[in-house]
């Protein structure tokens, strides 16, 4: 029903940057998004959410180093990765809660960070 496509995903240095998007089919200025990320073995955790009146929340490991934005009209969502290290490596995943709580994902990005 709901259609998200992330994007941006790929391979850079510790500390540098890369910045991730996220098309949404559905509009987006009345519902929460976020961005999780997950690694084999592990289950899926929140990095960043943004609710639909302009409140923003970061796990603690990506404070100061990440930034998570909407684009509204444009039904986009993005997440700015600075300083990365290496635990950031994982797939990324789109997240948006509709009105009854239901959460839709996308198909993930892949986010590497080189050695």
């Known amino acids: 029903q709901v259609q998200l496509v992330e994007s941006g995903g790929g391979l850079v240095p510790p500390g540098g940057s890369l910045r991730l998007s996220c098309a949404s089919s559905l509009s987006v200025s009345l519902f929460t998004m976020g961005w999780y990320r997950q690694t084999p073995g592990k289950s899926r955790e929140l990095v960043a959410d943004?609710?639909?009146?302009?409140?923003?929340n970061y796990v603690d490991s990506v404070k100061g180093r990440f930034t998570i934005s909407r684009d509204n009209a444009n039904k986009r969502l993005f997440l700015q990765m600075n300083n990365r290290k290496p635990e950031d490596a994982a797939w990324y995943y789109c997240?948006?809660?509709?009105?009854?709580?239901?959460?839709?994902w996308g198909q993930g990005t892949q986010v590497t960070v080189s050695s």
């Open positions: 997240m948006l809660e509709d009105q009854y709580t239901n959460r839709y």
């Open positions: 943004s609710s639909s009146f302009g409140a923003t």
